[in-house]
């Protein structure tokens, strides 16, 4: 295809796996990654021995160095991954998530703008499930009014209402990309699929003996990471920007998650007790899970289910990898590490 791509957050899931795809397609890659004394690049060494992939030191922090950046490179697209994405933190960092997530996504328009790019850069700009929160319909769509329940979710609104205001103002080409929860292998360790999933092997390997967790009540649309970004790719592909909806349209809930990875590492997971005294236990009796309060939010979203009919009809996307094999890939892929 002979174009370039640069990628804000190309450390994260999203980002190792959207590389992997653009590589294959013959795009020339460019990863933004903020410089750190810890070396947190594991999901992304095996591509760096391919000359066509190159990293800049950046921060979505720092307006300067994202224009000298995207002068340089000159990108026929850019995927707007980078972000405090983690919901929890965001209650204790509301600040600085503000200033990554909202008036990131700013200084990125700003860059393409003021560096008369419009024409040539196309824009994917990664929003979340996590601008319904306090949902106003069940499943949600494009239309479904927004009502964030975190300073995550609130700063990802700016980014959208931002992105789609430069479109409406400027002509950018810049498409929301509004995908529910994806996970995968690469998933973060502080994420509540992977610490499950982590904290499984742990059980069986005999480093810790029970899992504490929040809300097991709590309801999500999960799909596959790497189906995920090949919508974001296929965003970037039509002759107009809009905004997109991705999910699996199914929901299930943080208890099912947990009762299938404890069955594929072995263990029958039964539940005891209600409230915060609910435990799960094995066959023998053991504590194996438990309730703790400190993992609950502030303000909590219960249940997240997108409707992805959109994506399906106009970008031909639909999501390849069921819940249940999701769950299984990951805990398989943790018992095999």
């Known amino acids: 295809m002979n174009r370039t791509a640069l990628i804000t957050g190309v450390t994260g899931q999203d980002g190792s796996y959207l590389s992997e795809l653009l590589l294959e397609k013959g795009y020339r890659v460019h990863g933004l990654v903020r410089r750190s004394s810890s070396f947190n690049r594991k999901r992304i060494d095996h591509l760096r021995s391919n000359e066509d992939f190159i990293l800049h030191y950046g921060d979505m922090t720092d307006s300067s160095n994202l224009i000298r950046i995207i002068k340089t490179i000159e990108p026929d697209e850019i995927y707007h991954l980078a972000a405090q994405s983690h919901v929890q933190i965001s209650f204790d960092v509301p600040e600085y998530t503000a200033n990554t997530d909202g008036l990131g996504t700013l200084r990125i328009l700003e860059a393409v703008r003021l560096l008369g790019l419009v024409e040539r850069t196309r824009i994917y700009n ?86 504490s967790l929040g809300n097991i009540n709590a309801k999500r649309d999960w799909g596959y990471a790497p189906d995920y970004v090949e919508a974001m790719w296929l965003m ?55 309730i703790d309060p400190k993992y609950f939010r502030p303000s909590e979203v219960d249940h997240l289910r997108g409707d992805p009919s959109k994506a399906k009809k106009e970008l031909g996307w639909e999501p390849k990898t069921d819940f249940r094999t999701l769950v299984r890939k990951m805990m398989k892929a943790e018992l095999e590490q």
């Open 236 to 290: 970037l592909q039509q002759d107009e920007a809009d905004d997109y909806v991705i999910s699996t349209n199914e929901t299930h809930s943080v208890r099912e998650f947990v009762e299938i990875a404890f069955r594929e590492a072995g263990i029958e997971i039964t539940w005891e007790g209600e409230g915060l005294k609910e435990v799960g236990i094995d066959p023998n009796g053991n504590v194996l899970v438990k």
């Open 126 to 211: 990664a929003c979340t499930s996590e601008l319904y929160g306090e949902v106003k319909e069940i499943p949600q769509t494009e239309n479904t009014p927004f009502h964030p329940r975190s300073p995550y979710g609130v700063a990802k609104l700016y980014s959208f209402w931002i992105a789609k205001n430069y479109r409406e103002a400027y002509g950018m080409f810049n498409s929301n990309g509004i995908l529910f929860n994806h996970e995968s292998p690469r998933r973060g360790e502080n994420f509540v699929t992977r610490k499950i999933t982590l904290s499984i092997k742990d059980i069986l390997d005999g480093k810790m003996k029970i899992l």
